[in-house]
Every structure is written in structure tokens, then in C-alpha cells.
């Protein structure tokens, strides 16, 4: 039997039987979950509809994640997985989710903001302890990347606060 992801073999609304009037079709399979680990690259590909491909990461340990105030973004080692929205059974398992030369028209603009710019003292703080909080956005067990976002703001705050409710218990 496959994981199957049709509904004629459930119960109807009312709570009567639903007679199955033809057998499993190909357009109705499902496959089972990627369950993105952090560990070194291992990447498969899965042919699909159309004759297209999917990038099934199983293992990752980089990704490109930008800091969104900062409007720069970094291919950066991740570390560890420490909260999950989906799932908290998944966060113990750590499953997941440039350097270009600039013209100095540009890098005078560039310089110019890095005098003004204000970093919020959660960021700086966790620049002291040399990590980040960051959001994978990407789909790994569909393209096979991890990329995401540096958290800041009320998000930050947001997930912060669960982590420390983690811990506490």
C-alpha cells in the first residue's frame, strides 16, 4: 500500500461509507515527509508530474539567509534547530528549513547609512554570542535549499519568548 492522499477513502460528512468506484491512480500518491536533518549535503531528486524534478534535501547545513534592514544577504552555516512552529516533536530531531565589488558611488552610499543605522540590542546581542535567530522560508524537501530570513523586531521578541518558555520547562 502507498500513502495515498485521496478522500473517496474516508467517511462521508454525514458519517456513511463512500463506495470506492475506481482503484488507486498515480495523480492521488503522496510520498513520505523529507525530515530535513543538518548535516552534510544529501540531496536526491524525485521525478514528478510532468516529468519535472523535485529536490528532496535530507541533509543540510547551509543556507543563504538575508538580514532584511541591512538589505544584505549571507551564505551562513546553520547551527541548530530550536523551535519549530509546525511541530514541537520535530525541534529535538533538528529538522529543517555575494561578495560582489561594489562601484564607490555606491559604497559612499552604503557608508553613508552604516553611520545612522540603529541595531535593535537583542541583534547585537546575539552578534556578541557570535549566532543568530534566523526563519527558514524556503521549502528544503521541495527545492532542496535552505534559505531564510535574520528574525528581528516583534518576531524576534515573539520567538524569544516561546524558546525561553522551552527552556523553562
Known sequence: MGISRDNWHKRRKTGGKRKPYHKKRKYELGRPPANTKIGPRRIHTVRVRGGNKKYRALRLDVGNFSWGSECCTRKTRII?????????????EEEEVMNKKRSKRTQKKYDERKKTA??????EEQFQQGKLLACIASRPGQCGR????????KELEFYLRKIKAKKGK
Request: charged share 20%.
Open 80 to 92: 541548530d534547530v530550536v523551535y519549530n512552529a509546525s511541530n514541537n516533536e520535530l525541534t529535538p
Open 146 to 153: 535552505a534559505d531564510g530570513y535574520v528574525l528581528e523586531g
Open 118 to 123: 540603529k541595531i535593535s540590542p537583542l541583534l
